[in-house]
Nanobody, 120 residues
């Protein structure tokens, strides 16, 4: 069994910052890419940022220069530092991990989601 548990969401004013945190636990052999997705009301879930096990990152254009993804491989944890937040960043944010379990099965796992609301 594998669990991804997110934390760090909340309500913030425009221009503010939040830091999301996601920890993976369970029968994990190796974690490849980790990432954050978001889903706004009435919209599809979309990719925000990813980070590989070697630290290479990608970002969707709308968050470049404002968000930073990072990970701690020793703790099976991924972070998303979000600065200069805008109302359009409001969404449920989901953590994702492409990982291999100890029974050699490899697939994507998802967290339960954490709400981020940017509003004055």
């Amino acid at each position: 069994q594998v669990q991804l548990v997110e934390s760090g969401g909340g309500l913030v004013q425009p221009g503010g910052s939040l830091r999301l945190h996601c920890a993976a636990s369970g029968s994990i052999f190796s974690i490849y890419a980790m990432g954050w997705y978001r889903q706004a009301p009435g919209k599809q879930r979309v990719l925000v940022a990813t980070v590989t096990s070697s630290g290479s990152t990608t970002y969707t254009d709308s968050v470049k220069g404002r968000f930073t993804i990072s990970r701690d491989n020793a703790k099976n944890t991924v972070y998303l530092q979000m600065n200069s937040l805008k109302p359009e960043d409001t969404a449920v944010y989901y953590c994702n991990a492409d990982l291999q379990t100890t029974d050699w099965s490899r697939k994507d796992y998802w967290g339960q989601g954490t709400q981020v609301t940017v509003s004055s």
